[in-house]
């Protein structure tokens, strides 16, 4: 069973808000990702890490942030919040000896 | 970067039929394939990883693999309503291809 947390699950916001959303993992992957997907649609990459201190763009221009200070935590931040940034966001992490990928729960977005 | 294509979707079967999904790869280096399934509003699940060439049964799911023909398959026997997902081949270690709608009708 996979032990990757997001928080909060739904969050509903006004425009121009500072955002946070949360993401950790118990299972001591250096690998670490953001997706954005939209009802229907595929999902989009926007952020990776390969461990502490590296941290990568993915294919979908984002206007959010992230840092990874420590191995089990990876914060994907909105300086700015905008009603285009209405998504669903997940986190997940890949590792273990059959390196696969699992996916936290979501972080459904709404902002006003 | 690897690409993958699925299935032109989406796909439609009875509910105790045979579902075939599958994927081919434009490269010959992946050494690992996987299976996700994706609920609406849910986040992905595996259902099935395959290293070697051949098949591999979990239950009423069998992934296939052919590397020389870099083509990955899942066949899902009995196929029962709660199969009614999207399915997901990954496309290489960062992202995944658009999937495939599999509705399984009563």
């Known amino acids: 069973e996979a032990d990757i947390y997001q928080t909060p699950r739904y969050l509903v916001i006004g425009t121009g808000k500072k955002i946070t959303l949360e993401c950790s993992q118990t299972?001591?992957?250096?690998?670490m990702y953001w997706y954005q997907q939209d009802p229907g649609m595929e999902l989009h990459l926007i952020h990776y890490?390969?461990?502490?201190?590296?941290?990568e763009k993915g294919d979908l221009s984002s206007e959010s942030t992230v840092s990874r200070i420590r191995t089990e935590h990876f914060p994907l931040t909105l300086e700015s919040a905008r009603p285009s940034h209405t998504s669903q966001y997940l986190c997940?992490?890949?590792?273990?000896?059959?390196?696969?990928?699992?996916f936290g729960a979501g972080t459904r977005l709404s902002v006003l | 970067q690897k690409e993958v294509e699925q299935n032109s979707g989406p796909l439609s079967v009875p509910e105790g039929a045979i579902a075939s999904l599958n994927c081919t790869y434009s490269?010959?280096?992946?050494?690992?394939f996987f299976w996700y399934r994706q609920y609406s509003g849910k986040s992905p699940e595996l259902i099935m990883s395959i290293y070697s060439n051949g098949d591999k049964e979990d239950g009423r799911f069998t992934a296939q693999l052919n590397k020389a023909s870099q083509y990955v398959s899942l066949l899902i026997r009995d196929s029962q309503p709660s199969d009614s997902a999207t399915y997901l081949c990954?496309?290489?270690?960062?992202?995944f291809g658009s999937g495939t709608q599999l509705t399984v009708l009563p």
């Open positions: 890490s390969y461990g502490v201190n590296s941290t």
């Open positions: 990954p496309r290489g270690q960062l992202t």
């Open positions: 299972m001591g992957h250096d690998k």
């Open positions: 490269d010959r280096v992946s050494q690992s």
């Open positions: 997940a992490s890949r590792g273990g000896a059959e390196n696969i990928q699992y």
